[in-house]
């Protein structure tokens, strides 16, 4: 038999790295997209898992704690039939006396195919991938990107799109609210949506916005929820660390949910249809409430996790994919 | 480019899909048992489409029909190229206990039939399966599979391609493509 | 040795001579300088033929950090001064930064002795304002000018009370001392390990804003005002500070700037791979504030650069970015990226020059950047043709944290001679 192309054809993957949203194409993004709605399925079968990554090996290496992430860069692994290694590792290097560089040469001798990493510091990973044969798929890195809860993120707006009266993500707009200075989900959905044509808005305390946010992320920037929330089709939602309250960037919990925590009547603001998501873990009653965080029709929150998985899998199976030719 | 010919016109196609209908209507769909028709994806999808329409005219009934696409099973992770299209397994029946009329357009190695076999018992454990082809490039097998019915058994080399093509409102039509080295994957 | 350099541009930038002239080197001095063939030489001198090189005066670098003592892994005073020689530096002034910190004069009389030792630079050093770099307490300025301190500073951190900064301008004036200031609101600068701007933000990096060194030079100008001590800023980056420093010599204060090659050269789009070897501090600014460097050493107000050369082992820079050290080694890029001004219009070749040489010389009250006759025969003699690709693998000294790796230059020191002595040749 042969592969009879299908009607549209999508230029090839030839990235080796997936480190951010930043710089990838529309059409990379297309792909991945695709490659994960075509996984789904496989999350539904009896039997949860294709022979694709046989003999691959993909470890996990994490140097914060998160339980979820990891889960589900294990469950896509193992859904994909590839060996799944995880190691927690301790990003305090220089106490331990071992260097990050260290910590790669020892994974170097394992021979690994991909490396998936979770780091505190901004652009761990692009160094780890200045220094590693392996695939490295960053995880999330301090505050500067976390690619693949960008690209769950897509795939779950995509699946609202009927209802939110969409054909594509192309017009789309959605409202990033709460801390963007310190949220790497912020900075990797900002990227990609714009890249995919919606139009993106950061609403804020002006503590937590970035400096020069329009210009940088290219988005727009409100103060106000009322403003920013303002026939908003999907309104994302973002955790908020109880750290910043002790730091100056905020005067206290309550004074934040009063002024940016998304309740009922915030929630109004937005387009009738709009849909409500967050990365998870929820602080209830401090960025989201209850009754919204729960809520049948507008919380999606379940649906981003389900699809986490199958972006996962994309990605591990996109990245695994012939070496020939590819760019870094 | 590669130079291409069309070895099979859509209406030449079509005849054979009927020819090949009216086989699998007396040999099999006749007989007792639960037929599921499963087309591997995608030009197998397409000849299936057209096997199942022609069969519902020939019989008065139409058989459940699902699509498998093969990527995941594949066993050429390595140099299969960065760019395989990956299409949805469409199997929403249970295939336990069923009979099973795998199709496909072209066969030659044997290879996609052995993923699709190993895609189809992740789903279930059919009674059966007999497959069936519209073109059997003969000659090339590498795994110990014969189709049961080939609309059309053709020789072929190792430096051509044979395919599927949609066009549009004629219909299908099958294309041999001469490349100037030995195509490595089929 | 005795020679006779023959044929060459001789530029001294503090006489204003640009010319094609000979020069008579006799017992470490300078003899004579002349019209070419025109002077009379002695038996026994050795002729060194400097056609098509330019010959100045030996550079001055008036910042730089030679690690040792407390942290020659990093680099040593003799590893130090080869860079310097090789990079046509004969004299340099550096940071008191070292573990101990020179806050006393017993380092002072350590670090003149490992100098003479090494022999190939000469090497001033700079006393800490405060003892330990603690901002507290301020040192002994007179004993430590005695035994050998050109100037003062806490250069790697700022003089943040403002109270202390005032004491140290104020008692600087018993010694006419130089205070020179690493200008940056540590507050405002918090964990930044770069400068803060649209590249921050989308790297996700903690950004230092510009009015960190701003509002810093600002407040320290105040007090020059109110003091009247002699006041330095050291490694300028920032439009605002530019600001400041130019209405400041307007209002006639004795208040001076520097500039680091790497601030006029560029910008912060060289950490956008979080390359570490572009992290420094101050961090490398936008191209406005880039602009505003280039504008004030074309109007006169920045005077002097300086290479803030600061060498870190492999270590200390292959991690995470926010975790690097800071700082780039420079003595070896000084020349041929300060030509660039030239090439660009910014400067000519007497103030280029003048901003290596006899300015920095000034300002530290040294014997040091002029061609004078009877003086000490410290020159540079470079091929302001030559082009070249810098290789941080055939640097000089312990380290090769420079940031203008694989930069493609002009302008090569061929020779180096401190006190008549040949410490450098290009091979």
């Given at each position: 038999?042969?592969?009879?192309?299908?009607?549209?054809?999508?230029?090839?993957?030839?990235?080796?790295?997936?480190?951010?949203?930043?710089?990838?194409?529309?059409?990379?993004?297309?792909?991945?997209?695709?490659?994960?709605?075509?996984?789904?399925?496989v999350?539904?079968?009896?039997?949860?898992?294709?022979?694709?990554?046989?003999?691959?090996?993909?470890?996990?290496?994490?140097?914060?704690?998160s339980?979820?992430?990891?889960?589900?860069?294990?469950?896509?692994?193992?859904?994909?039939?590839?060996?799944?290694?995880?190691?927690?590792?301790?990003?305090?290097?220089?106490?331990?006396?071992?260097?990050?560089?260290?910590?790669v040469?020892?994974?170097?001798?394992?021979?690994?195919?991909?490396?998936?990493?979770?780091?505190?510091?901004?652009?761990?990973?692009?160094?780890?991938?200045?220094?590693?044969?392996?695939?490295?798929?960053?995880?999330?890195?301090?505050?500067?990107?976390?690619?693949?809860?960008?690209?769950?993120?897509?795939?779950?707006?995509?699946?609202?799109?009927?209802?939110?009266?969409?054909?594509?993500?192309?017009?789309?707009?959605?409202?990033?609210?709460?801390?963007?200075l310190?949220s790497?989900?912020?900075?990797?959905?900002?990227?990609?949506?714009?890249?995919?044509?919606?139009?993106?808005?950061?609403?804020?305390?002006?503590?937590?916005?970035?400096?020069?946010?329009?210009?940088?992320?290219?988005?727009?920037?409100?103060h106000?929820?009322?403003?920013?929330?303002?026939?908003?089709?999907?309104?994302?939602?973002?955790r908020?660390?109880?750290?910043?309250?002790?730091?100056?960037?905020?005067?206290?919990?309550?004074?934040?949910?009063?002024?940016?925590?998304l309740?009922?009547a915030?929630?109004?603001?937005?387009?009738?249809?709009?849909?409500?998501?967050?990365?998870?873990?929820?602080?209830?009653?401090?960025?989201?409430?209850?009754?919204?965080?729960?809520?049948?029709?507008r919380?999606?929150?379940?649906?981003?996790?389900?699809n986490?998985?199958?972006?996962?899998?994309?990605?591990?199976?996109?990245?695994?994919?012939?070496?020939?030719?590819?760019?870094? | 480019?590669?130079?291409?010919?069309?070895?099979?016109?859509?209406?030449?196609?079509?005849?054979?899909?009927?020819?090949?209908?009216?086989?699998?209507?007396?040999?099999?769909?006749?007989?007792?048992?639960e037929?599921?028709?499963?087309?591997?994806?995608?030009?197998?999808?397409?000849?299936?489409?057209?096997?199942?329409?022609?069969?519902?005219r020939?019989?008065?009934?139409?058989?459940?029909?699902?699509?498998?696409?093969?990527?995941?099973?594949?066993?050429?992770?390595?140099?299969?190229?960065?760019?395989?299209?990956?299409?949805?397994?469409?199997?929403?029946?249970?295939?336990?206990?069923?009979?099973?009329?795998?199709?496909?357009?072209?066969?030659?190695?044997?290879?996609?039939?052995?993923?699709?076999?190993?895609?189809?018992?992740?789903?279930?454990?059919?009674?059966?399966?007999?497959?069936?082809?519209?073109?059997?490039?003969?000659?090339?097998?590498?795994?110990?599979?014969?189709?049961?019915?080939?609309?059309?058994?053709?020789?072929?080399?190792?430096?051509?391609?044979?395919?599927?093509?949609?066009?549009?409102?004629?219909?299908?039509?099958?294309?041999?493509?001469?490349?100037?080295?030995?195509?490595?994957?089929? | 040795?005795?020679?006779?350099?023959?044929?060459?541009?001789?530029?001294?930038?503090?006489?204003?001579?640009?010319?094609?002239?000979?020069?008579?080197?006799?017992?470490?001095?300078?003899?004579?300088?002349?019209?070419?063939?025109?002077?009379?030489?002695?038996?026994?001198?050795?002729?060194?033929?400097?056609?098509?090189?330019?010959?100045?005066?030996?550079?001055?670098?008036?910042?730089?950090?030679?690690?040792?003592?407390?942290?020659?892994?990093?680099?040593?005073?003799?590893?130090?001064?080869?860079?310097?020689?090789?990079?046509?530096?004969?004299?340099?002034?550096?940071?008191?930064?070292?573990?101990?910190?020179?806050?006393?004069?017993?380092?002072?009389?350590?670090?003149?002795?490992?100098?003479?030792?090494?022999?190939?630079?000469?090497?001033?050093?700079?006393g800490?304002?405060?003892?330990?770099?603690?901002?507290?307490?301020?040192?002994?300025?007179?004993?430590?000018?005695?035994?050998?301190?050109v100037?003062?500073?806490?250069?790697?951190?700022?003089?943040?009370?403002?109270?202390?900064?005032?004491?140290?301008?104020?008692?600087?004036?018993?010694?006419?001392?130089?205070?020179?200031?690493?200008?940056?609101?540590?507050?405002?600068?918090?964990?930044?390990?770069?400068?803060?701007?649209?590249?921050?933000?989308?790297?996700?990096?903690p950004?230092?804003?510009?009015?960190?060194?701003?509002?810093?030079?600002?407040?320290?100008?105040?007090?020059?005002?109110?003091?009247?001590?002699?006041?330095?800023?050291?490694?300028?980056?920032?439009?605002?500070?530019?600001?400041?420093?130019?209405?400041?010599?307007?209002?006639?204060?004795?208040?001076?700037?520097?500039?680091?090659?790497h601030?006029?050269?560029?910008?912060?789009?060289?950490?956008?791979?979080?390359?570490?070897?572009?992290?420094?501090?101050?961090?490398?600014?936008?191209?406005?504030?880039?602009?505003?460097?280039?504008?004030?050493?074309?109007?006169?107000?920045?005077?002097?650069?300086?290479t803030?050369?600061?060498?870190?082992?492999?270590?200390?820079?292959?991690i995470?970015?926010?975790?690097?050290?800071?700082?780039?080694?420079?003595?070896?890029?000084?020349?041929?990226?300060?030509?660039?001004?030239?090439?660009?219009?910014?400067?000519?070749?007497?103030?280029?020059?003048?901003?290596?040489?006899?300015?920095?010389?000034?300002?530290?009250?040294i014997?040091?950047?002029?061609?004078?006759?009877?003086?000490?025969?410290?020159?540079?003699?470079?091929?302001?043709?030559?082009?070249?690709?810098?290789?941080?693998?055939?640097?000089?000294?312990?380290?090769?944290?420079?940031?203008?790796?694989?930069?493609?230059?002009?302008?090569?020191?061929?020779?180096?001679?401190?006190?008549?002595?040949l410490?450098?040749?290009?091979?």
């Amino acid at each position: 038999m042969t592969y009879t192309g299908a009607a549209v054809e999508l230029p090839p993957w030839r990235r080796k790295h997936l480190l951010g949203m930043e710089g990838l194409n529309r059409e990379e993004i297309r792909l991945l997209l695709d490659t994960a709605a075509s996984l789904r399925e496989v999350n539904r079968r009896d039997i949860k898992k294709v022979p694709t990554l046989r003999g691959k090996t993909v470890i996990n290496l994490f140097f914060e704690n998160s339980t979820r992430t990891r889960t589900s860069f294990e469950l896509a692994g193992k859904r994909m039939s590839a060996d799944v290694i995880n190691i927690s590792a301790s990003a305090s290097s220089v106490t331990k006396g071992e260097t990050l560089l260290d910590t790669v040469a020892n994974l170097q001798a394992m021979n690994p195919d991909v490396v998936v990493i979770r780091h505190p510091e901004s652009g761990a990973q692009a160094f780890v991938a200045r220094h590693i044969d392996a695939s490295v798929v960053n995880a999330g890195d301090g505050r500067h990107e976390h690619p693949t809860q960008a690209l769950l993120d897509l795939l779950t707006i995509e699946d609202h799109l009927p209802q939110l009266g969409y054909g594509s993500l192309e017009g789309i707009t959605v409202a990033i609210c709460g801390d963007v200075l310190h949220s790497r989900v912020a900075r990797s959905n900002a990227f990609a949506l714009r890249t995919m044509g919606a139009h993106v808005r950061l609403v804020g305390p002006p503590t937590l916005m970035p400096a020069y946010a329009e210009e940088a992320l290219g988005a727009r920037v409100y103060h106000s929820m009322a403003a920013g929330l303002a026939g908003a089709d999907v309104v994302m939602v973002l955790r908020l660390q109880r750290e910043r309250m002790s730091s100056a960037y905020l005067p206290s919990v309550r004074e934040y949910f009063t002024f940016w925590g998304l309740d009922q009547a915030r929630l109004a603001c937005a387009a009738p249809h709009a849909i409500v998501m967050h990365p998870g873990p929820i602080n209830r009653g401090v960025e989201i409430a209850s009754d919204i965080a729960d809520h049948p029709q507008r919380s999606v929150i379940l649906n981003q996790v389900s699809n986490g998985l199958a972006v996962r899998m994309a990605v591990l199976y996109r990245l695994c994919l012939g070496g020939q030719g590819k760019v870094t | 480019m590669p130079e291409r010919e069309a070895i099979l016109l859509p209406d030449q196609v079509q005849h054979l899909i009927t020819t090949l209908a009216q086989q699998v209507y007396h040999d099999m769909v006749r007989s007792e048992g639960e037929w599921v028709i499963v087309g591997i994806r995608s030009g197998g999808a397409v000849v299936a489409r057209l096997l199942r329409a022609e069969l519902a005219r020939l019989q008065g009934r139409s058989w459940p029909i699902g699509f498998l696409d093969i990527t995941f099973y594949r066993d050429d992770l390595d140099t299969v190229g960065p760019n395989p299209v990956v299409e949805a397994t469409d199997l929403s029946m249970d295939i336990d206990d069923k009979k099973i009329i795998l199709i496909d357009d072209v066969l030659y190695t044997g290879r996609t039939i052995r993923a699709a076999l190993n895609a189809l018992f992740d789903f279930g454990r059919p009674e059966s399966v007999d497959l069936v082809v519209l073109v059997d490039r003969g000659g090339h097998r590498q795994l110990p599979i014969q189709p049961h019915y080939a609309g059309l058994t053709i020789d072929t080399s190792r430096w051509e391609r044979i395919k599927l093509v949609e066009r549009g409102e004629e219909g299908v039509a099958v294309v041999r493509y001469r490349h100037s080295n030995p195509v490595v994957r089929a | 040795m005795n020679l006779h350099i023959a044929g060459g541009r001789v530029i001294d930038p503090a006489t204003g001579l640009d010319a094609t002239a000979d020069i008579l080197i006799m017992d470490g001095l300078i003899r004579a300088i002349g019209q070419p063939n025109r002077l009379d030489i002695p038996q026994g001198v050795e002729r060194m033929d400097a056609d098509g090189l330019i010959v100045a005066p030996g550079l001055v670098d008036m910042h730089v950090h030679l690690r040792e003592p407390g942290y020659e892994y990093k680099e040593t005073i003799a590893g130090g001064s080869q860079a310097a020689a090789a990079g046509g530096v004969t004299a340099m002034a550096a940071m008191p930064n070292t573990r101990p910190v020179v806050d006393d004069v017993s380092i002072v009389g350590y670090i003149l002795q490992q100098a003479q030792r090494a022999g190939l630079a000469r090497v001033y050093p700079i006393g800490a304002i405060t003892q330990g770099l603690q901002g507290e307490q301020i040192t002994e300025m007179g004993l430590l000018q005695q035994a050998g301190c050109v100037a003062f500073s806490d250069d790697g951190r700022a003089v943040m009370n403002s109270a202390v900064m005032r004491r140290a301008l104020d008692y600087s004036r018993a010694f006419d001392a130089l205070i020179i200031q690493h200008a940056e609101d540590s507050h405002l600068a918090g964990h930044g390990c770069m400068h803060e701007g649209v590249i921050s933000s989308r790297l996700g990096l903690p950004g230092i804003p510009a009015v960190a060194e701003e509002s810093l030079v600002e407040r320290d100008i105040r007090l020059v005002q109110l003091t009247g001590g002699r006041y330095h800023v050291a490694h300028i980056s920032t439009s605002g500070a530019v600001a400041a420093v130019a209405q400041a010599q307007q209002q006639g204060l004795p208040v001076s700037c520097e500039v680091a090659p790497h601030h006029f050269a560029l910008t912060d789009v060289a950490v956008a791979e979080y390359d570490t070897r572009a992290k420094m501090s101050p961090p490398l600014r936008s191209e406005p504030h880039r602009q505003a460097t280039l504008e004030g050493l074309a109007r006169g107000i920045i005077t002097v650069i300086a290479t803030d050369h600061a060498p870190h082992d492999a270590d200390s820079k292959d991690i995470e970015f926010c975790q690097a050290a800071n700082g780039v080694v420079g003595l070896e890029t000084l020349l041929p990226v300060a030509l660039e001004l030239i090439r660009d219009g910014v400067l000519d070749w007497r103030r280029c020059l003048a901003a290596m040489t006899c300015n920095p010389a000034r300002l530290l009250g040294i014997q040091s950047g002029v061609l004078a006759v009877g003086g000490a025969a410290d020159l540079v003699l470079f091929d302001p043709q030559e082009r070249w690709v810098v290789d941080a693998d055939k640097l000089h000294g312990t380290s090769r944290n420079t940031c203008f790796h694989g930069r493609q230059v002009q302008g090569r020191v061929k020779m180096t001679l401190l006190a008549g002595r040949l410490v450098y040749r290009d091979s």
